[in-house]
């Protein structure tokens, strides 16, 4: 390792900058959007995950008797919210199933896209702010970026994608007045 690397990885380097400065002013997500991107993509996980669950205990663990629970405490469950929040998070660039539905992205305050890591992190934030008693959901209203605990965690915000019809009156405007 030459000197000027050395000297290179202890300086610390912002995260705010040309990032920071490309997000300033974006529209946020409202809490009832983000909790309908939540509650479906929920019901999406529970809906990957029970085929997963019968299919592991019948032909892997030879269970005849299966008793299924949906329990944060089981590993299966643990894993398969895990993957899907990290996946459709990575695959998706921030916007899973729920949060097409509600029209909503979570988007990186470090990068242009949601690195794998990060996503995974996303996922574990869900069940930080679960094992919370909910805190970790409420946090979005005395945030002032609407920051929840997997946002702080994955250092993202979750922003609106629809159009505003504000914004969409005054597109139309502007070349009118260039004429």
């Not at 300033?24 to 669950?53: H, S």
């Not at 998070?89 to 729920?98: A, K, R």
Request: aromatic fraction near 12%; proline fraction near 2%; hydrophobic fraction near 45%.
């Amino acid at each position: 390792m030459t000197e000027q690397s050395k000297k290179a990885r202890r300086r610390y380097h912002v995260h705010a900058g040309t990032r920071a400065d490309s997000l300033n002013g974006i529209l946020l997500a409202a809490f009832w959007q983000r909790l309908l991107g939540y509650c479906v993509d929920l019901l999406v996980a529970v809906i990957i995950w029970f085929p997963l669950e019968s299919l592991w205990r019948r032909f892997l663990l030879h269970e005849t008797n299966i008793h299924i629970v949906w329990d944060f405490h089981e590993a299966g469950n643990i894993v398969v919210m895990v993957l899907y929040w990290g996946l459709t998070n990575y695959f998706g660039n921030g916007q899973t199933p729920g949060k097409w539905v509600a029209r909503t992205r979570a988007v990186s305050l470090t990068g242009e896209r949601m690195g794998l890591w990060q996503s995974i992190e996303r996922g574990l934030g869900y069940g930080a702010a679960v094992l919370e008693l909910g805190l970790g959901f409420l946090q979005f209203f005395w945030d002032r970026n609407r920051m929840c605990a997997q946002d702080r965690l994955a250092e993202t915000i979750v922003i609106d994608v629809r159009k505003p019809k504000e914004n969409a009156s005054t597109e139309r405007a502007q070349p009118e007045r260039a004429r």
